[in-house]
């Protein structure tokens, strides 16, 4: 891995790729994210040796692509039940407090 004016030069499956970390204040490390791409690159082709590197790069993309809708899926479930325990506990308050008009 080179690192070059803030991009990151890798390998992964056998092709090198420049990376350039967005400047939105991540708090997660390129080299974190690269790690992670890799690792589960090495797991697909562990569980499957006879695949070549694009169809590894496929099934990463894709199992990916799953993990991201699963995380935003939960993050609405909780974010739903987070503004559903508010206005009951707001309905609640206004039950047992009522304003005085």
Same mark, same amino acid.
């Given at each position: 891995?080179? *690192?070059?004016?803030?991009? /990151? ?5 056998? #092709? *090198?790729? *420049?990376?350039? =970390? +967005?400047?939105?204040? &991540?708090?997660?490390? =390129?080299?974190?994210?690269?790690? #992670?791409?890799?690792?589960? @690159?090495? /797991?697909?082709?562990?569980? &499957? =040796? ?10 990463? @993309?894709? $199992?990916? @692509? $799953? ?8 993050? $609405?479930?909780? /974010?739903? $039940?987070?503004?559903? &325990?508010? +206005?009951?506990?707001?309905? #609640?308050?206004?039950?047992? @407090? =009522? *304003? /005085? +008009?």
């Amino acid at each position: 891995m080179k *690192t070059n004016e803030g991009k /990151i030069d890798f390998d992964v499956l056998g #092709y *090198t790729v *420049t990376f350039r =970390p +967005s400047a939105d204040g &991540s708090d997660v490390a =390129p080299e974190q994210i690269l790690d #992670y791409v890799r690792k589960e @690159a090495n /797991i697909i082709k562990r569980n &499957s =040796p006879n695949l070549d590197s694009g169809q590894i790069a496929v099934l990463l @993309a894709l $199992k990916l @692509a $799953k993990e991201n809708f699963d995380l935003k899926n939960d993050f $609405k479930e909780n /974010i739903d $039940k987070l503004q559903a &325990s508010a +206005s009951d506990a707001l309905q #609640y308050f206004e039950e047992v @407090a =009522p *304003t /005085i +008009s």
